[in-house]
């Protein structure tokens, strides 16, 4: 099941076809395919999506998206516009720069608001 699907209408994707599986939540250093991260966003989750990060803001992306035991990830996605890229079900966000602030009030607004609620998306630890 290695096809891919590249007609998504925004980048990064917020909704659209996706494969059967999610990606575990957390830090991610290494870009995934948009195909199992927008089944992720459709059980509510927020996708954090950076670019052209310092190494400490990278860790300070990465601390942040783990510090949520359930619900969030952070992935490097050089195809973004912008160096940051808040994603949820059919929602966008693009950040100038790290703003841990605006990831946070995305994260408030926009969390567990998938079509397929799970109750314990986006609790910290």
């Known amino acids: 099941a290695d096809e891919t699907f590249d007609d998504y209408k925004t980048n990064p994707p917020t909704s659209g076809v996706h494969r059967g599986q999610?990606?575990?939540w957390g830090s991610y250093r290494e870009a995934s395919d948009h195909e199992t991260l927008v089944h992720n966003l459709?059980?509510?989750?927020?996708?954090?999506?950076y670019k052209d990060l310092s190494d400490e803001e990278i860790d300070e992306v990465d601390a942040f998206a783990d510090s949520f035991i359930?619900?969030?990830i952070s992935i490097p996605n050089?195809?973004?516009?912008?160096?940051?890229a808040l994603a949820s079900?059919?929602?966008?966000?693009?950040?100038?720069?790290?703003?841990?602030?605006?990831?946070e009030g995305f994260i408030d607004d926009?969390?567990?608001?998938?079509?397929?609620?799970?109750?314990?998306?986006?609790?910290?630890?």
């Open 22 to 24: 999610t990606s575990p």
């Open 42 to 49: 459709e059980h509510g989750g927020i996708i954090i999506h």
């Open 70 to 72: 359930y619900g969030a």
């Open 78 to 84: 050089p195809d973004i516009e912008k160096p940051i």
């Open 89 to 103: 079900w059919r929602h966008m966000q693009e950040c100038d720069e790290l703003n841990t602030k605006a990831i």
């Open 110 to 125: 926009r969390c567990n608001k998938g079509p397929e609620k799970l109750g314990t998306t986006c609790n910290r630890e």
